[in-house]
């Protein structure tokens, strides 16, 4: 067969016609012109087409690009999926942990945090496929115990259904995503190793001297402030108290209700309760510790006020014994133990299920976070 090139006619300069119909050839002119018209035709009816279909794909834009950009999910892991959906809320999560604003970070800040967050995903899902082979048990009445505490946080029993709604949750999707999450949790339990009683002696007898109780005192004052700029100067105020005290005219308690300045204390008669110096100002503990037990001291000055003090009791300084404080030794071990095998466990997941998981960047780069 001989292919033969078209070239195309040349279209006189002006109004003038087709060369078929200036060399005399009337039907085939006639028919080049019809045909011309019929060109025209379909390149307005094609125009039209083409517009509506442009119409038509910015309507559909979001559910488009979600399509042309892996179907809404920023990865996979054996095959669980990682929804836009999920990352977005994950990082609305994040900002609202770290009092950040999406706003305030700028373009390598906003990528950071999605490539952060995500990964945090992909450890859970890890984590969860290596649990789901594993056949690791929890009680569903774990879950709903852990459900109702968090529904006894807020005051208005409406506030609570509000909240699952605004996270696209119902009580029953709660408690199936808590009752996952203790699953999670109790496997990786399983896989460290307890901390033995003869770690916890060998820890204590290294850092005993960390553990030591410092002195306490429990007392009450009764508090003017020095920042009342209509009252400069209290010292005559304090004095006045002071007198009223000594001559017992009115007790210690009655006092502090009728003239502290500290709101907290002065409901409870100026009971500051027990108190170590990390808790007090320096100054203000100079004062407490040189007073006997019942004494009341002079007129104290502060950074913050005039103070009378009475001190009620006082503890010594002490080393708490080891059967004292075990238990609270061997939390401290098994939360540093389960940063370290949690790190040296998830490295290890990733590297047995990395031909699994795969991330869909196009997707992850226009993730933002949820409202």
């Given at each position: 067969?001989?292919?033969?090139?078209?070239?195309?006619?040349?279209?006189?300069?002006g109004n003038e016609a087709p060369v078929a119909i200036r060399m005399g050839c009337p039907r085939l002119?006639?028919?080049?012109?019809?045909?011309?018209?019929?060109?025209?035709?379909?390149?307005?009816?094609?125009?039209?087409?083409?517009?509506?279909?442009?119409?038509?794909?910015?309507?559909?834009?979001?559910?488009l690009e979600q399509l042309w950009l892996g179907g809404g999910n920023v990865a996979e892991v054996n095959?669980?999926?990682?929804?836009?959906?999920?990352?977005?809320?994950?990082?609305?999560?994040?900002?609202?942990?770290?009092?950040?604003?999406?706003?305030?970070?700028?373009?390598?800040?906003?990528?950071?945090?999605?490539?952060?967050?995500?990964?945090?995903?992909?450890?859970?899902?890890?984590?969860?496929?290596?649990?789901?082979?594993?056949?690791?048990?929890?009680?569903?009445?774990?879950?709903?115990?852990?459900?109702?505490?968090?529904?006894?946080?807020?005051?208005?029993?409406?506030?609570?259904?509000?909240?699952?709604?605004?996270q696209q949750l119902t009580t029953k999707s709660l408690a199936a995503q808590i009752h996952e999450a203790?699953?999670?949790?109790?496997?990786?339990?399983?896989?460290?190793?307890?901390?033995?009683?003869?770690?916890?002696?060998?820890?204590?007898?290294?850092?005993?001297?960390?553990?030591?109780?410092?002195?306490?005192?429990?007392?009450?004052?009764?508090?003017?402030?020095?920042?009342?700029?209509?009252?400069?100067?209290?010292?005559?105020?304090?004095?006045?108290?002071?007198?009223?005290?000594?001559?017992?005219?009115?007790?210690?308690?009655?006092?502090?209700?009728?003239?502290?300045?500290?709101?907290?204390?002065?409901?409870?008669?100026?009971?500051?309760?027990?108190?170590?110096?990390?808790?007090?100002?320096?100054?203000?503990?100079?004062?407490?510790?040189?007073?006997?037990?019942?004494?009341?001291?002079?007129?104290?000055?502060?950074?913050?006020?005039?103070?009378?003090?009475?001190?009620?009791?006082?503890?010594?300084?002490?080393?708490?014994?080891?059967?004292?404080?075990?238990?609270?030794?061997?939390?401290?071990?098994?939360?540093?133990?389960?940063?370290?095998?949690?790190?040296?466990?998830?490295?290890?997941?990733?590297?047995?299920?990395?031909?699994?998981?795969?991330?869909?960047?196009?997707?992850?780069?226009?993730?933002?976070?949820?409202?």
């Amino acid at each position: 067969m001989k292919i033969i090139k078209y070239t195309g006619v040349k279209r006189p300069a002006g109004n003038e016609a087709p060369v078929a119909i200036r060399m005399g050839c009337p039907r085939l002119g006639a028919s080049m012109s019809n045909l011309s018209q019929g060109f025209r035709w379909r390149y307005a009816v094609g125009f039209i087409a083409a517009g509506s279909l442009l119409a038509l794909l910015y309507a559909c834009k979001e559910p488009l690009e979600q399509l042309w950009l892996g179907g809404g999910n920023v990865a996979e892991v054996n095959g669980l999926p990682i929804t836009r959906q999920e990352l977005g809320d994950a990082m609305r999560e994040r900002l609202w942990k770290r009092h950040e604003s999406w706003a305030s970070l700028g373009p390598e800040g906003r990528k950071q945090t999605r490539w952060q967050v995500l990964e945090n995903l992909v450890n859970d899902r890890l984590v969860r496929t290596s649990r789901s082979n594993s056949g690791t048990v929890a009680t569903q009445a774990a879950a709903k115990r852990e459900s109702e505490w968090m529904q006894r946080q807020f005051a208005d029993e409406a506030e609570f259904p509000r909240r699952l709604a605004a996270q696209q949750l119902t009580t029953k999707s709660l408690a199936a995503q808590i009752h996952e999450a203790q699953l999670d949790e109790a496997w990786l339990q399983e896989q460290m190793p307890q901390i033995t009683p003869q770690e916890v002696s060998a820890w204590y007898e290294e850092f005993k001297d960390t553990l030591r109780i410092p002195q306490a005192h429990h007392a009450a004052h009764i508090f003017l402030t020095r920042h009342d700029k209509t009252k400069p100067d209290r010292e005559a105020e304090i004095r006045e108290i002071q007198r009223q005290l000594l001559n017992k005219e009115k007790t210690f308690a009655q006092l502090a209700k009728e003239h502290s300045d500290d709101d907290r204390s002065r409901k409870l008669g100026g009971d500051l309760g027990w108190f170590t110096q990390e808790r007090m100002p320096a100054d203000f503990i100079a004062a407490v510790e040189k007073l006997k037990i019942g004494q009341f001291s002079e007129p104290v000055q502060t950074q913050f006020g005039w103070h009378i003090i009475i001190v009620y009791e006082r503890r010594a300084s002490r080393l708490p014994p080891l059967a004292e404080v075990k238990e609270e030794i061997a939390a401290l071990l098994t939360s540093k133990r389960r940063e370290e095998a949690v790190q040296g466990l998830l490295a290890e997941l990733r590297e047995r299920w990395k031909p699994s998981v795969f991330y869909h960047s196009e997707v992850i780069d226009h993730a933002e976070p949820t409202p």
